[in-house]
Nanobody
Framework: VQLQASGGGLVQAGGSLRLSCAAS????????MAWFRQAPGKEREFVAR????????YYADSVKGRFTISRDNAENTVYLQMNSLKPEDTAVYYC?????????????????WGQGTLVTVSS
């Protein structure tokens, strides 16, 4: 499966953005999906994950209650709705896929990656 992330941009603190991750090549429902982010000078960190059916989700504590991960398997797309954005959310956001029903939170556990989309939150 090939992944293409989009939707990043510049937003003021308190604002919202929705990221999209479009997949091609294979049926997305066979994959568990996740979003990660990497701020300048920092390691890539887990943000959220979603099961193949979309019925189960899990979030990092830093985004819980503000971000929502969802998926539309008919459209082969995964989303990350980001509300109440903070300057510390500034990072390049990556979508990732792992085949099967897995519950990974480590970046090395995902073998398919999108190219990343930059989110900048100004104070």
């Amino acid at each position: 499966v090939q992944l293409q992330a989009s939707g990043g941009g510049l937003v003021q603190a308190g604002g919202s953005l929705r990221l999209s991750c479009a997949a091609s090549g294979r049926t997305l429902s066979s994959y568990s999906m996740a979003w990660f982010r990497q701020a300048p000078g920092k390691e890539r960190e887990f943000v959220a994950r979603i099961s193949g059916s979309g019925g189960s989700t899990y979030y990092a504590d830093s985004v819980k209650g503000r971000f929502t991960i969802s998926r539309d398997n008919a459209e082969n797309t995964v989303y990350l709705q980001m509300n109440s954005l903070k300057p510390e959310d500034t990072a390049v956001y990556y979508c990732a896929a792992a085949y099967g029903s897995v519950w990974y939170t480590k970046s090395y556990e995902y073998d398919k990656w999108g190219q990343g989309t930059l989110v900048t939150v100004s104070s």
